[in-house]
């Protein structure tokens, strides 16, 4: 059975998901990957889906879920990306691993529709950056196992 990589954000509409596409494509199918919040917003963020389309990842399909519903579940690793996920965060059944790696929430960016983009993007990349790296470093472990 894959281990379960539970990415957690307060609203579960643009973070969470960047991080879920992300870690899902540089995984490939050695990773369950999943993603929730605390407070969930009903919806993916539409320039969440726009700049992960522009990598060539397709995350339309994604729906924002809660926290509680993978309360039932094996959790192997639970990773925070936003400081109010981190502190609602509950114990999952389960759970060896607990990081949190917090990002701007880019839904709060203003201006004019490229300038949010722009948000959207550099947000985009600073978490791809940190997910294909935490990818790369689970491969080498299953090696060195």
Not at 39 to 57: C, R, S
Not at 64 to 75: A, G, R, Y
Not at 105 to 133: N, Q, S, Y
Request: proline residues 5%; glycine residues 8%.
């Amino acid at each position: 059975m894959k281990p379960t990589i539970l990415i957690l954000c307060t609203g579960n509409s643009c973070r969470s998901h960047l991080a879920e596409g992300i870690l899902r494509a540089a995984a490939g199918d050695t990773l369950n990957v999943q993603s929730a919040g605390s407070k969930p917003a009903g919806y993916v963020h539409p320039l969440a889906i726009q700049v992960m389309k522009e990598i060539g990842i397709d995350i339309s399909a994604h729906q924002s879920k809660h926290m509680n519903d993978f309360l039932q579940q094996p959790i192997e690793t639970v990773v925070t990306v936003c400081g109010n996920a981190d502190q609602a965060c509950p114990m999952f059944p389960g759970q060896v691993n607990r990081h949190h790696w917090g990002f701007y929430d880019p839904a709060h960016a203003t201006g004019t529709d490229e300038e949010k983009l722009a948000v959207f993007r550099k947000v985009r990349d600073e978490i791809k950056m940190v997910f294909e790296a935490y990818a790369d470093g689970r491969r080498d472990q299953a090696k060195a196992a």
